[in-house]
Nanobody
Framework: QVQLVELGGGLVQAGGSLRLSCAAS????????MGWYRQAPGKQPERITF???????NYVDSVKGRFTISRDPAKNTVYLQMNSLNPEDTAVYFC?????????WGQGTQVTVSP
């Protein structure tokens, strides 16, 4: 049974930083990719970043230069370091992992950025 457990959301002032973590119950190299989506109120979900099993990363333009995805295979964990946060980053953030034809999801964590 694959489980993804997220930690690290919260309330931060604009310009601040947060780090999210996503711990998998299995070896993360079993997944072809892991990453993060976010969904802001009234908006469609948006994939903001992912890392492939080979280590290739990708970012949506709105977070490039501010967010960094990384992983610790020893802990089966992927991280999302978010710097220079602004109110437009307020959303529920979801970790995901792809394996063959199935996608697994974390429970989501709220990130709120105050002006």
């Amino acid at each position: 049974q694959v489980q993804l457990v997220e930690l690290g959301g919260g309330l931060v002032q604009a310009g601040g930083s947060l780090r999210l973590s996503c711990a998998a119950s299995v070896n993360i190299f079993m997944f072809s990719a892991m990453g993060w989506y976010r969904q802001a109120p009234g908006k469609q979900p948006e994939r903001i970043t992912f890392v492939t099993s080979s280590g290739t990363t990708n970012y949506v333009d709105s977070v490039k230069g501010r967010f960094t995805i990384s992983r610790d295979p020893a802990k089966n964990t992927v991280y999302l370091q978010m710097n220079s946060l602004n109110p437009e980053d307020t959303a529920v953030y979801f970790c995901y992992a792809d394996r063959t034809s199935k996608t697994y999801w974390g429970q989501g964590t709220q990130v709120t950025v105050s002006p």
